[in-house]
């Protein structure tokens, strides 16, 4: 009997988190359109331009210098006229956005453009990771990828986070076998819709 219990909490659990953080969060581009991007120089267009420097508003992860791994591209971009450059020599790296304010009551819409000068299968993830007011963790919902030689979208939805969650911050980790450069460009956050409370 006591089994049987168990596997019902676990079924539910599976039902239950399918139902609300899975297919039935699905915002688009549209959604966003005249929303306010959440996240700072999301296009790393802004600042003074220093090619060696982590770009203004953005953070690098990693067990070297930052900028030993990033540098601020003005040659190749997805819109404008700069990009993030990141190298990634068989270790991993991580490129976190400036914390922004959220709702848990609302949905996001998150999106961005990479580009890799090989081709990668896996290793690449996208994280939209929410705080409470002392800097706690409280969701870490995720988004993984693969690079081609051409810019291509990466885009999810997100949402149904715990009422303590007050800020955000966009995650972009790189585990990549091998020797990479990979560019991001135009990161996006959109609060896109408020569920209904009664």
């Not at 267009?45 to 067990?63: A, N, R």
């Not at 700069?82 to 009551?105: G, H, M, P, R, Y």
């Not at 990979?182 to 996006?188: E, F, K, N, R, S």
């Amino acid at each position: 009997m006591r089994k049987l219990i168990i596997w019902i909490s676990v079924l539910l659990f599976v039902v239950l988190t399918g139902c609300f953080f899975g297919s039935t969060l699905e915002f688009s581009e549209k959604d966003a359109e005249g929303k306010e991007n959440l996240v700072f120089n999301a296009d790393f267009e802004g600042g003074d331009f220093k090619y060696d420097e982590v770009p203004l508003g953005w953070m690098i992860l990693h067990k070297t210098k930052p900028e030993a791994v990033i540098t601020w591209d003005n040659n190749v971009a997805y819109s404008g006229e700069k990009s993030a450059c990141i190298t990634v020599d068989n270790s991993e790296v991580s490129l976190i956005s400036e914390a922004f304010d959220i709702n848990f009551q609302y949905a996001y819409y998150n999106r961005l453009f990479m580009k890799s000068d090989k081709w990668i299968g896996d290793g690449i993830t996208c994280y939209f990771v929410t705080f409470d007011d002392k800097g706690k963790i409280r969701n870490e919902i995720s988004q993984k990828t693969s690079l081609q030689t051409e810019w291509s979208k990466l885009e999810f939805s997100t949402g149904f986070f715990k009422k303590e969650a007050k800020y955000a911050r966009i995650v972009i980790n790189f585990d990549v076998k091998g020797k990479r450069k990979i560019w991001v460009d135009d990161v996006g956050s959109f609060n896109v819709y408020q569920f209904t409370t009664k």
